[in-house]
């Protein structure tokens, strides 16, 4: 159980253009997801909190109007790298979150989306 | 505030002996405290998780971890390294709904 899924895996696009990652949590339902980014050897940084039906929750330094997180039903949620840079190129991951605002407590993470912008 | 400390950005160990890769936290509250395993390019995968409940706490793979509170430690180990144990590890502590992460442990493992 607790299976989070990301399509596509990989993705290679041009600078300028906009790319679309999908988070779909298979089993469960998933009040909270949250997107992180992960940069070669490093650990993970969380860029946002996404709660179903309401505007995500972006950490400090992360634009929100760049990366553009929809979470429209209990099931899935979408990260959009609006006009990609080279810059953007990294591993991004979701992940789900059983439960519910304060008890959300396991997040169980989906397989990652590596995008590299040329 | 809360943060997590890997004390080991490397370990390397031979097969059939034992793995420790430590971690030590602060939190302002009483913390959730979870394990978690990467393979390359691949997403985490939960070891194990500590709630409040035992304070040695087993996972899968054969992995426990010991949540010491007076060292507000939770280092994690397995008495037998096997290749497949070959990844990057991370600490994790929980505050309500948020995720603080470990820079990572990266577990080598010789034939």
């Known amino acids: 159980g607790a299976v989070v899924s990301q399509h596509p895996s990989r993705v290679i696009c041009k600078s300028g253009t906009s790319v679309k990652i999908e988070c779909r949590s298979l089993d469960f339902q998933a009040t909270t997801m949250f997107w992180y980014r992960q940069f070669p050897k490093q650990s993970l940084m969380l860029m946002a909190t996404s709660n179903e039906g309401s505007k995500a929750t972006y950490e400090q330094g992360v634009e929100k109007d760049k990366f553009l997180i929809n979470h429209a039903s209990l099931t899935l949620s979408t990260l959009t790298v609006t006009s990609a840079h080279p810059e953007d190129s990294s591993f991004y991951i979701c992940s789900a979150g059983l439960g519910a605002g304060a008890l959300t407590d396991t997040q169980y993470f989906g397989p990652g989306t590596r995008l590299t912008v040329l | ?111």
Not at chain 2, 23 to 32: A, D, H, R, T, W
Not at chain 2, 33 to 60: C, D, E, M, R
Not at chain 2, 81 to 97: G, K, P, R
Request: glycine share 6%; proline share 5%.
């Open chain 2, 1 to 111: 505030a809360q943060s997590v400390t890997q004390l080991d950005s490397h370990v390397s160990v031979s097969e059939g002996t034992p793995v420790l890769l430590r971690c030590n936290y602060s939190s302002s509250y009483s913390p959730s405290l979870f394990w978690y395993v990467q393979h390359p390019n691949k997403g985490l995968q939960l070891l194990l998780k500590y709630t409040s409940a035992a304070t040695l706490v087993k996972g899968i793979n054969g992995f426990e971890a010991e949540f010491k509170k007076s060292e507000t430690s939770f280092h994690l180990t397995k008495p037998s390294a096997h290749m497949s144990d070959a990844a990057e590890y991370f600490c994790v502590v929980s505050d309500l709904n948020k995720f603080y992460f470990g820079s990572g442990t990266k577990l080598n493992v010789k034939p």
